[in-house]
């Protein structure tokens, strides 16, 4: 059954510094997500990215943040000046077009450890 | 705005026993509402969902029932296996034409031999 890749599962990085999350959709899905779960808490919305520009994005998601999909497989997730609470588990979702009631496709996660 | 309201885990059961996470919601229009579980290690996985009040979601003996009356969808399971063990996240779709969840906090259960 086809999966949505993310790697690395688990990232610690240094406050201040910049983290990438990579994630792979499954190939014939058009719409993919990220989600995080900050422990003990709501998983929740940041971004969701349609035909190569971001369609929606949360209160969350400020210029700290930002996707791109470099190369039409991979869909990224950069975090710059990382902050302590930024420490998550952040999730990449995708959907293939039309079937949005048949449930997304989420990966396995990374846990983004800030110290 | 849209939200979902979870029962807070952890669950603890014995086998055999019968199972109840209790999910709530607060949407505008229709919304869509869905149980995902995540096995250790593993991403979210969709196990059922509900698209219309009075759909019953049903799956690997799961069931929950949207009910806009009480704006609920209470996942339940009558007899629980060790296997079940995973967090259950309640969530909705509040059916805009790109989609993106709303997610409850999630219930750790755990079933006991």
């Known amino acids: 059954e086809p999966e949505v890749t993310q790697t690395p599962s688990h990232q610690v990085t240094q406050m201040g510094q910049e983290v990438i999350l990579r994630c792979v959709p499954i190939?014939?899905?058009?719409?993919f997500y990220w989600y995080r779960q900050i422990l003990g808490q709501k998983v929740e919305f940041l971004v969701s990215f349609y035909n190569n520009e971001i369609s929606e994005k949360s209160e969350i998601f400020d210029d700290q943040f930002s996707v791109e999909r470099p190369d039409g497989s991979n869909f990224t997730l950069k975090i710059r000046s990382t902050k302590l609470e930024d420490s998550a588990m952040y999730f990449c979702?995708?959907?293939?077009?039309?079937?949005?009631?048949?449930?997304?496709?989420f990966g396995s996660g990374t846990r983004l450890t800030v110290v | 705005g849209d939200s979902v309201t979870q029962m807070e885990g952890p669950v603890t059961l014995s086998e055999e026993a019968f199972l109840t996470i209790n999910c709530t919601y607060t949407?505008?229009?229709?919304?869509?509402l869905f149980w995902y579980v995540q096995y250790p290690g593993e991403g979210l996985q969709l196990l059922l969902k509900?698209?219309?009040?009075?759909d019953k979601g049903s799956n690997k003996g799961f069931e929950a029932t949207y009910r806009k009356e009480t704006t609920s969808f209470h996942l339940e399971k009558g007899s629980v296996q060790v296997s079940d063990s995973a967090v259950y996240f309640c969530a909705l779709d509040r059916g805009s034409t790109l989609g993106r969840l709303y997610f409850g906090r999630g219930t750790q259960l755990t079933v006991w031999p």
């Open positions: 979702a995708s959907l293939r077009a039309g079937r949005r009631n048949y449930g997304y496709t």
């Open positions: 949407a505008t229009g229709y919304p869509s």
């Open positions: 190939s014939n899905h058009l719409y």
């Open positions: 509900a698209t219309k009040a009075d």
